[in-house]
């Protein structure tokens, strides 16, 4: 079956940078996007942009550009998301999914909660 | 931007049907998909291409487009439903992908 398994909680200080691991399994890794969503605690779903799991192509979301960049490792079958120049509002879970056919989220990581604080 | 609406919250009694609507300009031409997320818990996908329903999902839950809007219903509405729900599209040229607001359905 299909699973997405990301790292832990972090803490981190204003300023630092964030690198959250997504690591798939139960499926061709290189077959589908990866998409990462955040959540601040409380507030809803916001999207953070793709990776195209084969060839590494990304798109952002405007917000993030600058401040995010998403890689992967094929040969561990894993998404990385990382995020400069943390601020408090930064403070949310981190998700990852991976993209069905038209790449839109549908299998879903247990997230990761990254709380940014001095 | 692009921007996806939904009412905040929406309360039904046990057994009545819930309808959950979503309204954005480019869903006359964009897909809609679903998401139920229960407190504490990642978001599950239960309606895909507007009336699609993935495996596993109940045959309660339906989906449709109409215009400039996008309808989640749930039939016959159960306690475990009680959930926040989402939609989330993209607009006209791809450019921008958004959830809407989330709306919180109760169930009593």
């Known amino acids: 079956q299909v699973q997405l398994v990301q790292s832990g909680a972090e803490v981190k200080k204003p300023g630092a940078s964030v690198k959250v691991s997504c690591k798939a399994s139960?499926?061709?890794?290189?077959?589908?996007?990866i998409i990462w969503v955040r959540q601040p605690t409380g507030q809803g779903l916001e999207w953070m942009g793709w990776m195209n799991s084969n060839s590494g192509s990304t798109g952002y979301a405007q917000k993030f550009q600058g401040r995010v960049t998403m890689t992967r490792n094929t040969s561990i079958s894993t998404a990385y998301m990382e995020l400069s120049s943390l601020r408090s509002d930064d403070t949310a879970v981190y998700y990852c999914a991976r993209g069905d056919s038209n790449g839109w989220p549908n299998y879903w990581g247990q997230g990761s909660l990254v709380t940014v604080s001095s | 931007s692009y921007e996806l609406t939904q009412p905040p919250s929406v309360s039904v009694s046990p057994g009545q049907t819930a309808r959950i609507t979503c309204s954005g300009d480019?869903?006359?031409?964009?897909?809609a998909y679903w998401y139920q997320q229960k407190s504490g818990q990642a978001p599950v996908l239960v309606i895909c291409?507007?009336?699609k329903r993935p495996s596993g999902i109940p045959e309660r839950f339906s989906g449709s487009s109409s215009g400039t809007m996008a309808t989640l219903t749930i039939s016959g509405a159960q306690v475990e439903d009680e959930a926040d729900y989402y939609c989330?599209?993209?607009?006209?040229?791809?450019?921008?992908?958004?959830f809407g607001g989330g709306t919180k359905l109760t169930v009593l």
């Open positions: 291409e507007d009336s």
């Open positions: 989330y599209s993209t607009d006209s040229s791809y450019n921008h992908w958004v």
């Open positions: 139960g499926y061709t890794f290189t077959t589908y996007d």
């Open positions: 480019a869903l006359p031409k964009k897909y």
